[in-house]
């Protein structure tokens, strides 16, 4: 590795942090790579305390959930408020049966009358996609849109600016007509604000008001709580805890201005809200359930007198679900007397968790229709021809793999994304309606020219939502044969039981990524629970990653970080000592040193850091950036023509675009040739400038060149999937602004990713898969 030319290496030397907000160590390893709404707190009265930022998105890797005092990483924490699963106390609606249970009991008749809850929910489940009512969220507006329009009660074009092609045929397929089948950009943003009455916001903000708290909390508030939420946060104050951004103490502030001595630490409405509101911040790290114990111990941190009783209450009213981990399945608490010559045996330890029911939900139904669409599979067709014709070996190994198997996991880095191409291009060769989607629009174009077609592929967010791909066949279903999502490990469970539901029996499912980087936004772990449940066919590449930074990246990723050779520059270190030098030398890279030397203009270099607060994080270094750039006064909201910004249409996804004008609509963006109009009221939550992103905003993208910048502030916010992210996102050239010492070569060997407590593995496991892997 070598210095620019132009660069003069200084000593590397430790940062300290130069401000109030550290930087985010939760976006090493955290859930999201897209900003949301930034909760960190924010004095603002007596009960404003902890308010989040107004309009400031935050990396999901840094929640806005909880932290101890400032804006402390959601990856860290702390102890007692990682949230968890359930008291081993309680079913729901059994309360007075349930007092007087013992411990296993109750644990036990909980555990029945949710797998009752479920079996049930299988039985009325009667359209495609009817499993998933009870989703939240995006998941839920794209199954509420689809059966709008199924049922005759909506026009598609009420949801979407240009309608959706129409629906295939289910055979045969029809032939390639060279035409790409993605309909026309729309032309406003695709993410809808929901107004909230003028009234019910009115209403809202009087009780907020009346309580201390800030005005600017009636809008979400309503959004969040319907518009009977002045009513709502009346009878119950810590309804405001479902607000995003909002902290236990406003929430308690809150209730004691309108309850004054009728409200307590113990009150049942208050312990309800807090367990929700832990499984609420868990969530936002990846989690879908957690440790009854963990929750019981943060509710004690909390000044809750009786957290056992406090988390059985909040099962009964359901708040959360409760679940056993490690139990045998279908124990029914009625075990066999062992033999008289034989030993009992010791039974195994039973985790007990809690969970939010849309995650709970979204977790089964994932895991049937997974199951369903591997024992659903066709295995007639022969693809011998087509895995003969593969353009290589691993690629060849895909195609056999997928031609006898209905779910497939195909695991490997960026050069292995040719692969799944291969086996796009076979299928459709075989008159096959085969279609491959991806996490973003850069990912896209990628794997469009991979594939040599320009209907092969698809962002996922497009296909779900029904501005891309092929459309609905007659059932609902999408017009597919075989679908290969690449970006796997950024698909959350929601997301993914909403996609594996819109698959007809038959249709085969290649999930296919990188293990090696950050997971998704939203909560859950599907890829890495389908890899480690070994429920299907896998398939590893055996394709390296080419050059230095493949081999740089390589390296990372089994925990080395080593010397590469660059005899072209490729990767450069650049030593800095402190984060003022950090942001300089940033700068110098992106306008002066990397289009000097490597013929790159500024616009196609992209810039990663730690975090979005701190001395060197996104907002520090996107105001430098934008001086240097593309200097103006804000004009449009903060932001100039010319302007590169990353627009967040909605949480979990972010994309990037340029500024190009602004009117009475809106903020006007170009987001990869598609133009995007954010509406005025949302630019301020929805848009930030994009000279510099986090990691897990770059995941799923690549730039010709990258910048990666880690200040000594950054050191608490690194870990091995962090740097392999960051590192493998510049195609020909890595410079790395180096301020963090031996924190780096020690997060690469030492610091694995954060473990997120999910369902999903033991879910599939537990289901007969004829199919599945030894």
């Known amino acids: ?142 199954l509420a849109a689809v059966r709008a329009v199924e049922s005759g009660e909506k026009a598609g074009t009420e949801f979407f600016d240009s309608p959706a092609a129409a629906p295939a045929p289910r055979r045969p397929a029809p032939a390639p007509s060279g035409q790409s089948q993605r309909p026309a950009p729309a032309a406003a943003a695709p993410a809808v604000d929901r107004a909230a009455p003028p009234e019910a916001v009115d209403a809202v903000r009087a009780v907020l008001t009346e309580g201390g708290v800030p005005e600017a909390l009636a809008r979400p508030a309503t959004g969040t709580l319907g ?103 279908g124990f029914d ?156 490990p950024q698909l959350d469970v929601e997301g993914a039981a909403v996609l594996v539901e819109a698959l007809a029996d038959g249709v085969r499912l290649v999930l296919s990524g990188d293990p090696g980087v950050l997971g998704s936004a939203g909560a859950g772990r599907v890829f890495a629970d389908v890899l480690a449940a070994r429920a299907c066919p896998q398939v590893v590449s055996r394709t390296p990653d080419p050059g230095p930074i493949g081999e740089l990246v390589s390296g990372i990723g089994i925990g080395e970080l080593t010397q590469v050779q660059a005899p072209g520059k490729e990767v450069v270190i650049v030593p800095v000592r402190d984060a003022g030098e950090a942001v300089h030398r940033t700068v110098q890279l992106v306008a002066d040193s990397v289009p000097r030397a490597f013929s790159i203009p500024a616009t196609e270099t992209q810039v990663i850091t730690v975090g979005h607060g701190g001395a060197a994080g996104t907002r520090v270094l996107n105001e430098a950036l934008k001086q240097r750039l593309n200097p103006g006064p804000g004009r449009f909201g903060g932001f100039d023509p010319g302007d590169r910004v990353i627009h967040v249409p909605a949480p979990g996804r972010a994309v990037p675009g340029v500024v190009r004008s602004a009117d009475a609509e809106g903020l006007h963006l170009d987001c990869g040739g598609v133009p995007v109009v954010v509406p005025q009221e949302r630019v301020e939550s929805a848009v930030r400038h994009g000279w510099a992103l986090s990691a897990h905003q770059a995941a799923g993208m690549r730039w010709p060149a990258a910048v990666v910048v880690l200040p000594g502030d950054a050191a608490a916010g690194l870990s091995r999937p962090w740097v392999y992210t960051a590192f493998g996102r510049g195609e020909r050239h890595l410079s790395v602004v180096h301020g963090v010492d031996q924190a780096l070569p020690h997060a690469v060997a030492q610091v694995p990713a954060q473990e997120r407590t999910t369902r999903l593995r033991p879910l599939l496991e537990a289901l007969p898969t004829p199919d599945a892997a030894s």
Not at 27 to 32: F, I, R, T, V
Not at 38 to 44: I, K, S, V
Not at 233 to 247: S, Y
Not at 385 to 390: F, G, I, P, S, T
């Open 333 to 488: 608490g009625e075990a066999e007397a062992p033999a008289e010559d034989e030993e009992p045996e010791t039974p195994e330890p039973v985790q007990v968790l809690l969970g939010l029911d849309r995650y709970a939900l979204a977790e089964e139904s994932l895991a049937d229709g997974l199951a369903r669409l591997m024992n659903a599979c066709e295995k007639g067709a022969d693809w011998a021809e087509a895995a003969a014709a593969a353009p290589s070996p691993s690629a060849a190994e895909l195609i056999r793999t997928a031609a006898t198997a209905g779910l497939v996991a195909h695991s490997g880095g960026e050069a292995a994304r040719a692969e799944p191409a291969a086996l796009i291009a076979a299928a459709q060769g075989m008159g096959l309606r085969a279609l491959g989607a991806t996490h973003s629009e850069d990912g896209r174009r990628r794997l469009t020219d991979a594939v040599g077609a320009p209907d092969a592929a698809v962002t996922l967010a497009g296909l779900l939502s029904g501005t891309e791909g092929p459309g609905r066949d007659e059932d609902g279903a999408l017009a597919l044969d075989l679908l290969v999502v690449l970006d796997a």
């Open 1 to 142: 590795m070598t210095a620019l030319p132009g660069e003069t290496p200084g000593t590397v030397g430790t940062d300290t942090p130069e401000g109030a907000e550290p930087p985010a160590a939760a976006d090493a390893e955290g859930p999201a790579h897209t900003e949301a709404p930034d909760a960190g707190p924010q004095e603002t009265g007596a009960a404003g305390a902890g308010l989040a930022e107004a309009g400031e998105p935050v990396d999901s890797g840094q929640p806005a959930a909880d932290t101890s005092d400032a804006e402390a990483s959601a990856e860290d924490p702390p102890a007692g408020d990682a949230p968890a699963g359930d008291t081993s106390t309680g079913g729901e609606g059994d309360a007075p049966v349930a007092a007087a249970l013992s411990e296993a009991q109750a644990e036990l008749a909980a555990q029945r009358e949710l797998r009752e809850k479920i079996a049930k929910r299988k039985a009325e489940k009667e359209g495609p996609v009817a499993a998933g009512a009870r989703l939240s969220g995006t998941a839920a507006d794209l």
């Open 227 to 329: 518009e009977q939420a002045a009513g709502l946060l009346r009878a119950d104050p810590w309804q405001l805890l479902a607000v995003p951004g909002v902290r236990p103490e406003q929430a308690d502030g809150f209730a004691r201005a309108l309850l004054g001595s009728a409200c307590g630490p113990d009150d049942e409405r208050r312990t309800a809200a807090l367990v929700g509101w832990l499984l609420e911040r868990a969530a936002l790290q990846g989690h879908t359930a957690l440790d009854a114990e963990a929750v019981r111990a943060a509710l004690a941190e909390r000044a809750v007198s009786d957290p056992e009783e406090a988390v059985r209450h909040a099962v009964e009213e359901g708040a959360a679900l409760v679940f056993q981990e490690g139990a045998e399945a």
